[in-house]
Nanobody
Framework: QVQLVESGGGSVQPGGSLRLSCAASGSGFTLNSYTIGWFRQAPGKEREAVSCINSSDDTRYYGDSVQGRFTISRDNAKNTVYLQMKALKPEDTALYYC?????????????????WGQGTQVTVSA
């Protein structure tokens, strides 16, 4: 069974940066066998796909609202996926989750992911 733990959230001013981490573990777990997605959810809003890195060839996908500002990466030796966030805006404020799916390709649909972490809060305000 896969377990995910997010960390790295916090409060920053607009224009600031944060790096989120998603540490994965589990019996026999190998990170490069899983596609990993980052999602976020603000109060009163639906869960939104932010970024994804697939397990087949490490192709990366980004939501339109974060394209050019966020970068996803993985360190298979550490079983950790990162989300580097730059030029943060107040509208980036949300609870950020990472999630896994065993298939090889990314999806923007939360329902297609099997395991979720507990989330880490990101707050961007002046």
């Amino acid at each position: 069974q896969v377990q995910l733990v997010e960390s790295g959230g916090g409060s920053v001013q607009p224009g600031g940066s944060l790096r989120l981490s998603c540490a994965a573990s589990g019996s026999g777990f190998t990170l490069n066998s899983y596609t990993i997605g980052w999602f976020r959810q603000a109060p009163g809003k639906e869960r939104e796909a932010v970024s994804c890195i697939n397990s087949s060839d490490d192709t990366r996908y980004y939501g339109d609202s974060v394209q050019g500002r966020f970068t996803i990466s993985r360190d298979n030796a550490k079983n950790t996926v990162y989300l580097q966030m730059k030029a943060l805006k107040p509208e980036d404020t949300a609870l950020y989750y990472c999630a896994t799916r065993i298939t090889r390709f990314c999806s923007s649909r939360p329902a297609y992911y099997d395991t979720w972490g507990q989330g880490t809060q990101v707050t961007v305000s002046a």
